[in-house]
């Protein structure tokens, strides 16, 4: 199988698995229990926040580990909740991940503005403006860094800057920039999300990043007091491992994005009326999305399993049910378009010959879908 879905979960590197197995064998206290094994384990838990805040130029200090960034998302949203005043408001991309725009309405109801995006599924900076200063201003602004669909890079650097001129929070759901982009600025934000699994880590461990003091998980005084509950050292030391190795090898990956062209080249010559979302503006160098002209996302997505292709139709969290993506409908797709979409993703591991021969399989399930 030839795995095109990374934006969903990525293959744990071998150094991920062999790092999170020792810690597993050798590495099993308790790191909060007071005996000097477990104060080692503590010890190591501590030089792993470090080295993963070096990597995102961040602050240890500012750093909770979580189950991955739907958990960040949701305790950031349930905090800010907690501090809100009738009527606060909350400004969210029309295309964010369902972990920000769910928690978001349910803490804040129709105290929830959507901030639209472009028809090539990025925010302008100027509507951006144009809400912060001509409307009551929001408790915060939530944009994501780059589209987990379209792969379309947000300006969510320039968004913190807004907002930091204006005392205004701004939140950020870095989880598809960190582990194929630098982080550069990242500290910029106020608060951001990140989840191991999206860069050759384990699943079910992530970070949340936040300058504010609070405590999301009550009942134990782990993580400084933010998130109560035994820590998942094993899991922490392989999305350490996994991060500091992609951080590595981020300065060739960029270039990739010349194998993905030339798939989607293929593609246009060869399927009439076929658009690539996003196509026009920055991308992640990894991904594309399809709005395929003539069948369904997921008759396409049955065939290429069979012939040895792994694909998807979007965001994993909701690919499996019979919801229209959000991008594509904030972007003026209609829902009838939005069910022939298709998102291929790369990682570390796909070629340039992968893309070459998923961009012939292609051509193979059309022949099959039209017998």
Same mark, same amino acid.
């Given at each position: 199988?030839?795995?095109?879905?990374?934006?969903?979960?990525?293959?744990?590197? !071998? $150094?991920?698995?062999?790092?999170?197995? %020792?810690? =597993? *064998?050798?590495?099993?206290?308790? &790191? @909060?229990?007071?005996?000097? /094994?477990?104060?080692?384990?503590?010890?190591?838990?501590?030089?792993?926040?470090?080295?993963?805040?070096?990597?995102?130029?961040?602050?240890?200090?500012?750093?909770?580990?979580?189950?991955?960034?739907?958990?960040?998302?949701?305790?950031?949203?349930?905090?800010? !909740? $907690?501090?809100?005043?009738?009527?606060? %408001?909350? =400004? *969210?991309?029309?295309?964010?991940? &369902? @972990?920000?725009?769910?928690? /978001?309405?349910?803490?804040?109801?129709?105290?929830?503005?959507?901030?639209?995006?472009?028809?090539?599924?990025?925010?302008?900076?100027?509507?951006?403006?144009?809400?912060?200063?001509?409307?009551?201003?929001?408790?915060?602004?939530?944009?994501?860094?780059?589209?987990?669909?379209?792969?379309?890079?947000?300006?969510?650097?320039?968004?913190?800057?807004?907002?930091?001129?204006?005392?205004?929070?701004?939140?950020?759901?870095?989880?598809?920039?960190?582990?194929?982009?630098?982080?550069?600025?990242?500290?910029?934000?106020?608060?951001?999300?990140?989840?191991?699994?999206?860069?050759?880590?384990?699943?079910?461990?992530?970070?949340?990043?936040?300058?504010?003091?609070?405590?999301?998980?009550?009942?134990?005084?782990?993580?400084?007091?933010?998130?109560?509950?035994?820590?998942?050292?094993?899991?922490?030391?392989?999305?350490?491992?996994?991060?500091?190795?992609?951080?590595?090898?981020?300065?060739?990956?960029?270039?990739?994005?010349?194998?993905?062209?030339?798939?989607?080249?293929?593609?246009?010559?060869?399927?009439?009326?076929?658009?690539?979302?996003?196509?026009?503006?920055?991308?992640?160098?990894?991904?594309?999305?399809?709005?395929?002209?003539?069948?369904?996302?997921?008759?396409?997505?049955?065939?290429?399993?069979?012939?040895?292709?792994?694909?998807?139709?979007?965001?994993?969290?909701?690919?499996?049910?019979?919801?229209?993506?959000?991008?594509?409908?904030?972007?003026?797709?209609?829902?009838?378009?939005?069910?022939?979409?298709?998102?291929?993703?790369?990682?570390?591991?796909?070629?340039?010959?992968?893309?070459?021969?998923?961009?012939?399989?292609?051509?193979?399930?059309?022949?099959?879908?039209?017998?």
């Amino acid at each position: 199988m030839t795995y095109f879905d990374n934006n969903a979960t990525t293959k744990p590197f !071998a $150094s991920v698995q062999a790092a999170h197995t %020792e810690a =597993l *064998v050798r590495d099993w206290p308790n &790191p @909060s229990a007071p005996s000097r /094994a477990s104060a080692r384990v503590r010890a190591k838990l501590e030089l792993a926040r470090e080295e993963m805040a070096e990597c995102l130029e961040s602050v240890p200090e500012s750093l909770s580990f979580t189950s991955g960034a739907t958990e960040a998302n949701n305790s950031f949203f349930a905090h800010l !909740a $907690s501090s809100a005043q009738p009527g606060d %408001e909350v =400004l *969210v991309s029309a295309i964010e991940h &369902p @972990s920000v725009s769910e928690p /978001a309405r349910h803490w804040f109801g129709e105290g929830v503005r959507l901030l639209p995006v472009d028809s090539s599924g990025a925010v302008d900076l100027d509507v951006l403006g144009e809400f912060l200063d001509h409307t009551v201003p929001p408790l915060c602004v939530a944009l994501m860094a780059a589209s987990n669909e379209t792969g379309v890079l947000q300006p969510w650097r320039e968004a913190a800057l807004l907002c930091l001129e204006r005392g205004i929070h701004f939140h950020c759901d870095a989880t598809q920039w960190v582990g194929k982009l630098p982080s550069v600025g990242l500290s910029a934000c106020d608060s951001f999300a990140v989840s191991a699994h999206k860069f050759g880590g384990p699943k079910g461990v992530g970070l949340l990043g936040s300058k504010l003091e609070h405590r999301f998980v009550l009942g134990g005084l782990q993580e400084a007091g933010r998130r109560g509950g035994t820590e998942n050292f094993p899991a922490i030391e392989g999305m350490k491992t996994g991060l500091a190795e992609v951080t590595g090898n981020l300065s060739g990956l960029p270039g990739r994005s010349s194998w993905r062209d030339a798939f989607e080249g293929s593609m246009l010559e060869n399927f009439s009326g076929l658009k690539v979302l996003g196509g026009e503006g920055p991308r992640l160098w990894n991904t594309s999305m399809l709005l395929m002209p003539d069948f369904e996302g997921l008759s396409y997505v049955g065939k290429l399993d069979k012939l040895g292709f792994e694909v998807s139709t979007g965001s994993a969290c909701s690919s499996g049910g019979s919801k229209s993506s959000p991008t594509a409908l904030a972007m003026g797709f209609s829902e009838t378009e939005s069910k022939r979409l298709l998102r291929v993703s790369s990682y570390l591991e796909e070629t340039e010959e992968d893309w070459r021969s998923l961009a012939s399989a292609f051509l193979e399930a059309r022949d099959q879908l039209e017998s």
